[in-house]
């Protein structure tokens, strides 16, 4: 009887070993399998079909160059990553001025389910006049500017995340609007107004603003000869912010916080 048991406890732990050894040769399969595009060419996307042609295939992206989104209506990247790879990658070592990874341009259009992995060294610029709304976007990781709202553009950000590593969560330009909905902005500067620029509309609702762990100081706006900023703040946390009002020679600057 007891060599009767011996023997089942035995079969137990053969079978428990084929097990394990089953699943990782299924684990190496699918790293093996894992269909990743690299190239070094830009990508233009006008259409969810476009968008289609590389996420049907690929399960994750890498680009040296960027990414241009145009068109309306709602486009799903299925959130399947994408990075940056290409030479301008390097934080505090990127040559000067806006360097956005993805530039979106259009009316009425959503991005949902987009993923960031790394951008170059910004993340995205939304272009003059146009109106976006992100919905499950999450940029992971932005040296600079996370997004960049260019003049008489608007956007709209819902249940999103924005990791900046350096510098802003977002830039804004004259005359420009924001909602930020059910989301989260980890950065030295949660927004900012371009110098000599006037004219921002930002509304904060159930959200979190916390300053990024390798940032040196925490501000909720900054901006320099600037006018004409109304931020309202709705049960929203704010963590670790230095400074509400971080600008210099700005006019006109208000706060509304309510928690």
Same mark, same amino acid.
């Given at each position: ?18 097990? @394990?050894?089953?699943s990782?040769?299924l684990?190496?399969?699918t790293?093996?399998t894992? $269909? ?11 259409g /969810?079909?476009d968008?289609?042609?590389?996420? #049907?295939?690929? /399960?994750?992206i890498?680009l ?7 068109g ?17 990658? $390097?934080?505090r ?9 993805? @530039?979106?341009k ?9 993923v960031?992995?790394?951008?170059s060294? #910004?993340?995205?610029? +939304?272009s003059?006049?146009?109106n ?5 976007? #999450?940029? /992971?990781h ?12 608007? @956007? ?19 005359n420009?609007?924001? $909602? ?15 110098s ?5 509309? +930002?509304l +904060?609702?159930n ?6 762990p390798?940032a040196? #100081? ?12 109304l931020?309202?703040?709705? $049960?929203t ?5 230095? /400074?509400l009002?971080g ?9 509304k916080?309510?928690?």
């Amino acid at each position: 009887m007891l060599e009767q048991i011996g023997v089942n406890n035995m079969k137990k732990l053969l079978l428990a070993i084929l097990m @394990i050894l089953f699943s990782f040769e299924l684990n190496a399969e699918t790293v093996k399998t894992k $269909k990743i595009l690299k190239s070094s060419a830009s990508i233009n996307i006008n259409g /969810q079909n476009d968008l289609d042609k590389f996420l #049907d295939e690929y /399960q994750e992206i890498h680009l040296k160059n960027r990414i241009y989104i145009s068109g309306s209506g709602t486009y799903d990247f299925r959130n399947i990553p994408f990075s940056y790879v290409g030479t301008n990658k $390097k934080c505090r070592k990127s040559t000067s001025g806006s360097h956005p990874f993805i @530039i979106i341009k259009g009316k009425n259009l959503t991005l949902k389910n987009l993923v960031i992995k790394k951008s170059s060294p #910004d993340g995205l610029e +939304v272009s003059r006049g146009s109106n976006v709304k992100f919905d499950n976007l #999450d940029i /992971q990781h932005s040296c600079d500017e996370g997004i960049t709202v260019r003049r008489k553009a608007s @956007i709209e950000l819902e249940n999103s995340r924005i990791v900046s590593y350096y510098n802003k969560g977002i830039i804004f330009y004259s005359n420009t609007k924001a $909602k930020v909905i059910g989301s989260t902005i980890s950065s030295e500067q949660a927004f900012s107004l371009a110098s000599y620029q006037s004219g921002l509309n +930002v509304l +904060v609702e159930n959200s979190v603003i916390i300053k990024h762990p390798r940032a040196k #100081d925490g501000r909720l706006i900054t901006g320099d000869n600037c006018k004409d900023v109304l931020i309202e703040i709705y $049960k929203t946390s704010l963590h670790f912010m230095q /400074q509400l009002k971080g600008t210099k020679n700005c006019k006109n600057i208000k706060i509304k916080y309510k928690r």
